[in-house]
């Protein structure tokens, strides 16, 4: 949602050891920011349950691909919808 309201956002991938760490992080383009999140959601798509096969509240594949969905379509990539 950040990327959608305000374009590139910081992004952060490891866990910051430090508050400065955080603090000299610039802006990611909105592209490299899409990319991030097509990657993750790709990476964890092979790693989730169904529905019903994992305790309610918890994510699923199809909530994954659902949200990978959404992504496409707001980058206008019809095709991979």
Do not use: C
Not at 42 to 49: C, G, K, Q
């Amino acid at each position: 949602e950040l990327v959608r309201h305000f374009g590139g956002v910081p992004l952060i991938v490891k866990n910051p050891t430090d508050v400065s760490e955080v603090e000299l992080t610039g802006r990611a383009t909105a592209e490299e920011i899409y990319t991030q999140i097509k990657q993750d959601l790709n990476d964890a798509i092979p790693n989730l349950l169904g529905r019903g096969a994992t305790p309610e509240g918890r994510a699923t594949v199809g909530a994954a691909r659902t949200l990978l969905a959404k992504v496409h379509l707001t980058l206008g990539e019809y095709a991979q919808v």
